[in-house]
Nanobody, 123 residues
Framework: VQLQASGGGLVQAGGSLRLSCAAS????????MGWFRQVPGKEREFVAV????????DYADSVKGRFTISRDNAKNTVYLQMNSLKPEDTAVYYC?????????????????WGQGTQVTVSS
């Protein structure tokens, strides 16, 4: 599986962005899909995950109520809708795939990673 993340950019605090992660291959529906983010000098942190079936979602406490993860298996794409953005959301955001994953948070659970997309939130 190859993953291509897009949709990052510069936005003011309180604004919104929607990230997309397009996957290659015909087995996308077998993968749990996660979003992670990383700031230089810090460890990569979990943001959100949707199970392979789409029936289970989980969010980091820091984004709960502001971010929404979704998937469209017909388009081999997972999305991260980010609302009410804060400066502390600034990071490089990565999507990742976990074979038959349900709601894994550790990044070690994921077999495939996208290249990352930069999100910058100005105050």
């Amino acid at each position: 599986v190859q993953l291509q993340a897009s949709g990052g950019g510069l936005v003011q605090a309180g604004g919104s962005l929607r990230l997309s992660c397009a996957a290659s291959g015909r087995t996308f529906s077998r993968y749990g899909m996660g979003w992670f983010r990383q700031v230089p000098g810090k460890e990569r942190e979990f943001v959100a995950v949707v199970s392979w079936s789409g029936g289970t979602k989980d969010y980091a406490d820091s984004v709960k109520g502001r971010f929404t993860i979704s998937r469209d298996n017909a388009k081999n794409t997972v999305y991260l809708q980010m609302n009410s953005l804060k400066p502390e959301d600034t990071a490089v955001y990565y999507c990742a795939a976990d074979y038959y994953g349900t709601r894994a948070r550790p990044d070690t659970s994921y077999e495939y990673w996208g290249q990352g997309t930069q999100v910058t939130v100005s105050s």
